[in-house]
């Protein structure tokens, strides 16, 4: 079961904060939509970035991506399971 897009809320920055973690920065204001699975955020990037081969995220709004279980791994950037 895929999980639900969390609420859409609009953050205004105050100079030199980021966004919260998940979500992408706009000058001084945070997108309306978190990072989707398969991406992450640590609040200050422009753009969510993919994760990387050998890592996964299933969540929205993530600041990292989980790296695989034991010997498993990802054949391609942004997975948003651990069985791509």
């Known amino acids: 079961m895929r999980e639900k897009k969390p609420q859409k809320e609009l953050y205004v920055l105050a100079e030199n904060l980021a ?10 204001r945070c997108f309306l939509d978190p990072c989707p699975p ?28 989980i790296p695989c279980p034991g010997d498993e791994i990802t054949d391609e950037e942004g997975a948003d399971n651990k069985d791509l």
Do not use: I, V
């Open 19 to 28: 966004c919260t973690r998940g979500y992408r920065r706009d000058a001084d």
């Open 38 to 65: 398969g991406h992450y955020d640590n609040g200050f990037q422009t753009n969510c970035l993919s994760c990387p081969g050998g890592t996964y995220m299933a969540h929205f709004a993530s600041d990292a991506c």
